[in-house]
């Protein structure tokens, strides 16, 4: 019997389906601290799909959900993600640094959008 060779830059999870419940399934293996943050945002979208009478906040909801989770499944894609929050949380607006880290979060959204939108 051989050992399967798992790839260590390769995704933790299944890429989910961009539904509600698979997302937060997702969400809760990869990065379960969010879990409080993905609920309150899912009620405001609701909330406000129900005022405005638009699927728009929901269909917003779930993109930006799909995209952390497609960050968060990759662990290289995240460690480059924390360690450009913790320099844009840290660094003054001056550094030049600060600005790399804001293209790299840019970076990596759209780099997660653009995987999701090829799936």
Do not use: C
């Amino acid at each position: 019997m051989t050992a399967q060779h798992i790839d260590p830059a390769g995704p933790l999870i299944p890429r989910p389906q961009r539904t509600p419940a698979a997302l937060r399934i997702a969400l809760a293996q990869v990065a379960p601290h969010r879990l409080g943050e993905m609920e309150q945002q899912k009620d405001a979208a609701i909330a406000l799909a129900a005022e405005t009478g638009s699927l728009g906040p929901i269909t917003q909801f779930l993109e930006s959900w799909a995209v952390a989770v497609e960050i968060a499944r990759l662990p290289v894609a995240a460690a480059r993600l924390h360690s450009a929050e913790y320099a844009v949380q840290n660094l003054d607006r001056d550094d030049p640094a600060w600005r790399a880290a804001m293209d790299e979060i840019r970076n990596l959204h759209t780099s997660a959008r653009e995987s999701l939108a090829g799936e």
